[in-house]
């Protein structure tokens, strides 16, 4: 079966090619034969959301110059870097990235755009410009490819349903009727596959609490790994399929990284492999690799400072403590949900299992280490999407940079559970991640030098970067809010929506 016949993008569907072979003609074929009456352009600015330029399509000739030549858009209101007295830009459609609007009540299709300077080249400080520079240098460095994926929590926040209620923080992978909210994930999920996104699963997640009126209910979409420009492409409109279905359904959604004290944070976990060939090159001789220890070695390095792209708000350490399966140290395990980096369970010497459990099933030598990823655990729902794969890719070639790569890798092993008393020891040999977005912001600009190599992260957005982190003036907020829910509340409540 094609990868393009079952739940994928509508359009892929239709003109049956995948959507990184879309072309113009392809897309005006289709807008003509399905009386397709509006495109949109969306792209992401400063502030992480998508925004949007609506055309009502009144030709083809109309049609072919959106499509030939973009539209130009006010930089300055989308960027604050962008001077008001020179700030045109030139919004670019990337035509793989098409997909039909779900939500649209009049016929419309969608795309992501690039942003262009006014001499016709690519903005240098555009988050999906930095992400593609990020890639290219890694692929040029290490002669790899780089894919992820990303687990996308969220609460889901509506009036409180008393009947068959679910344990305190015991609501991972719960059915109906004990998860309310188990068909409004299901109709998301299907919305996200029409858009082009590659679903993995889903399932409700351990936070659930209610107060006196309301249910918080937890739930997670997991992708698959696929390039990482990609991954940021596809975590973006998904994150605005499931807001926007939820204001149709008349409850809320947070993506916050916490929500109250005590409770489940929610994060943004990202998956990570390379490839050779077309293989994942994580798993040699049926072990980890090299290649896999130096990725995991240039992600601990630069842990602190990918802090400043993947936890962007001060509630994004409320999160980041003991006890709440968030990482606090720097370090790295297998299987191991206290560390930073986790490698997870592989198929490596397990095979055959289905053939145990289905005796009519013959035997498979198979080779399932394909699955095999690596884990970083500390970003959250307040993450510059773009930025923050930008960050991590930087990272993994920081890995193959580094003269002592498999040592570091090492020496940041643990195999014991670090939040555990019995753990002390170890855990006070290890770095720990920051406490704030004011400490993120110093530890950016102490490596700021390994991100800006090869012209990936301009200067200006490393400054900008800082200075919006420092602006937030939370240094040491996290021992100052203890004990204060009152506090902590109004804190939560104003980040809730954040990005």
Same mark, same amino acid.
């Given at each position: 079966?094609?990868?393009? +016949?079952l739940?994928s993008n509508?359009i892929?569907k239709y =003109?049956?090619?995948?959507?990184s +072979?879309f072309t113009r003609?392809?897309?005006i074929?289709?807008?003509?034969?399905?009386?397709?009456?509006m495109?949109?352009f969306?792209?992401?600015s !400063?502030?992480?959301?998508?925004?949007?330029l609506?055309?009502?399509i009144?030709?083809?000739?109309h049609l072919?110059t959106?499509?030939?030549?973009g539209?130009?858009?006010d930089?300055s209101?989308l960027f604050?870097f962008i001077?008001a007295?020179?700030s045109d830009l030139?919004a670019?459609?990337?035509?793989?990235?098409?997909?039909?609007?779900p939500f649209?009540?009049?016929?419309?299709?969608?795309?992501?755009?690039?942003?262009?300077?006014a001499?016709g080249?690519?903005?240098e400080?555009a988050?999906?410009y930095?992400?593609?520079?990020?890639?290219?240098?890694?692929k040029k460095e290490?002669?790899l490819?780089?894919?992820?994926?990303?687990?996308? +929590?969220f609460?889901i926040?509506s009036?409180k349903?008393?009947?068959f209620?679910v344990?305190?923080?015991?609501?991972?992978?719960s059915s109906?009727?004990?998860?309310k909210?188990?068909d409004?994930?299901?109709h998301?999920?299907?919305?996200?596959?029409?858009?082009?996104?590659?679903?993995?699963?889903?399932?409700?997640e351990?936070g659930?609490f209610?107060t006196e009126t309301?249910s918080?209910?937890q739930?997670?979409?997991?992708?698959?790994?696929v /390039?990482?420009?990609?991954?940021a492409e596809q975590?973006?409109?998904?994150?605005?399929? %499931?807001?926007?279905?939820?204001f149709?359904?008349?409850i809320q959604?947070?993506?916050?990284?916490k929500?109250?004290?005590g409770?489940?944070?929610?994060?943004?976990?990202?998956?990570?492999?390379?490839?050779k060939?077309?293989?994942?090159? =994580?798993i040699?001789?049926n072990?980890?690799s090299d290649?896999?220890?130096? %990725?995991i070695?240039?992600i601990l390095?630069l842990a602190?400072a990918?802090?400043?792209f993947?936890?962007?708000v001060p509630?994004s350490y409320l999160r980041?403590v003991?006890?709440?399966?968030?990482?606090t140290? %720097?370090?790295w395990?297998?299987? /191991?949900?206290s560390v930073? $980096?986790r490698?997870p369970?592989?198929?490596?010497?397990?095979?055959?299992m $289905?053939?145990?459990s289905?005796?009519?099933?013959e035997k498979?030598?198979?080779?399932?280490?394909s699955?095999?990823?690596? !884990?970083l655990?500390?970003?959250?729902?307040?993450?510059d999407?773009?930025?923050l794969?930008?960050g991590i $890719?930087?990272?993994?070639?920081?890995?193959f940079?580094?003269?002592?790569?498999?040592e570091?890798?090492?020496t940041?092993?643990?195999?014991?559970?670090?939040?555990? +008393?019995?753990s002390?020891d170890?855990?006070?040999?290890l770095k720990n =991640?920051?406490a704030?977005c004011?400490q993120s912001?110093?530890?950016? /600009?102490?490596?700021?030098?390994?991100?800006e190599?090869?012209?990936?992260?301009?200067?200006?957005?490393?400054?900008n970067?800082?200075?919006?982190?420092?602006?937030?003036n939370d240094l040491?907020?996290?021992?100052?809010?203890?004990?204060?829910?009152e506090?902590?509340?109004?804190? $939560?409540?104003k980040?809730l929506?954040?990005?």
């Amino acid at each position: 079966m094609a990868e393009y +016949e079952l739940h994928s993008n509508l359009i892929e569907k239709y =003109l049956k090619k995948p959507k990184s +072979e879309f072309t113009r003609n392809d897309l005006i074929k289709y807008i003509e034969e399905n009386e397709i009456e509006m495109v949109n352009f969306r792209y992401v600015s !400063e502030d992480g959301k998508l925004k949007t330029l609506n055309f009502i399509i009144n030709s083809r000739e109309h049609l072919e110059t959106i499509f030939s030549s973009g539209e130009r858009v006010d930089g300055s209101s989308l960027f604050s870097f962008i001077e008001a007295g020179s700030s045109d830009l030139y919004a670019i459609p990337r035509f793989r990235t098409a997909f039909v609007n779900p939500f649209s009540e009049i016929s419309a299709i969608d795309i992501l755009c690039s942003f262009y300077n006014a001499q016709g080249h690519p903005l240098e400080s555009a988050p999906e410009y930095i992400l593609k520079k990020a890639h290219d240098a890694f692929k040029k460095e290490t002669g790899l490819n780089f894919k992820a994926l990303g687990e996308l +929590e969220f609460y889901i926040i509506s009036e409180k349903n008393s009947e068959f209620p679910v344990e305190d923080q015991k609501g991972y992978h719960s059915s109906a009727p004990f998860i309310k909210w188990n068909d409004f994930r299901i109709h998301a999920m299907k919305l996200i596959a029409e858009t082009g996104g590659k679903i993995k699963y889903g399932h409700s997640e351990v936070g659930n609490f209610s107060t006196e009126t309301l249910s918080y209910e937890q739930h997670e979409i997991e992708f698959l790994p696929v /390039n990482i420009e990609e991954t940021a492409e596809q975590l973006i409109i998904a994150k605005w399929i %499931i807001r926007m279905l939820a204001f149709e359904y008349g409850i809320q959604i947070s993506f916050s990284p916490k929500i109250t004290v005590g409770k489940a944070g929610s994060g943004m976990h990202v998956h990570m492999l390379a490839e050779k060939d077309g293989k994942n090159i =994580l798993i040699e001789n049926n072990k980890l690799s090299d290649s896999a220890h130096k %990725i995991i070695a240039g992600i601990l390095d630069l842990a602190e400072a990918l802090t400043a792209f993947g936890n962007s708000v001060p509630t994004s350490y409320l999160r980041l403590v003991p006890h709440q399966e968030a990482p606090t140290c %720097i370090c790295w395990g297998d299987r /191991n949900r206290s560390v930073l $980096v986790r490698v997870p369970l592989g198929w490596i010497g397990a095979s055959n299992m $289905v053939a145990d459990s289905n005796p009519l099933e013959e035997k498979t030598d198979k080779d399932f280490s394909s699955k095999q990823t690596v !884990e970083l655990r500390s970003p959250d729902g307040s993450a510059d999407i773009y930025l923050l794969m930008a960050g991590i $890719v930087t990272a993994a070639r920081h890995g193959f940079e580094m003269s002592n790569a498999l040592e570091l890798a090492k020496t940041l092993y643990v195999e014991v559970n670090i939040f555990k +008393e019995e753990s002390k020891d170890r855990a006070q040999c290890l770095k720990n =991640l920051p406490a704030s977005c004011w400490q993120s912001a110093d530890k950016l /600009n102490e490596k700021r030098e390994f991100f800006e190599k090869f012209g990936v992260f301009p200067a200006g957005t490393i400054d900008n970067i800082i200075k919006s982190l420092k602006s937030f003036n939370d240094l040491g907020l996290s021992e100052k809010l203890y004990g204060n829910n009152e506090e902590i509340k109004k804190l $939560v409540d104003k980040y809730l929506h954040w990005k």
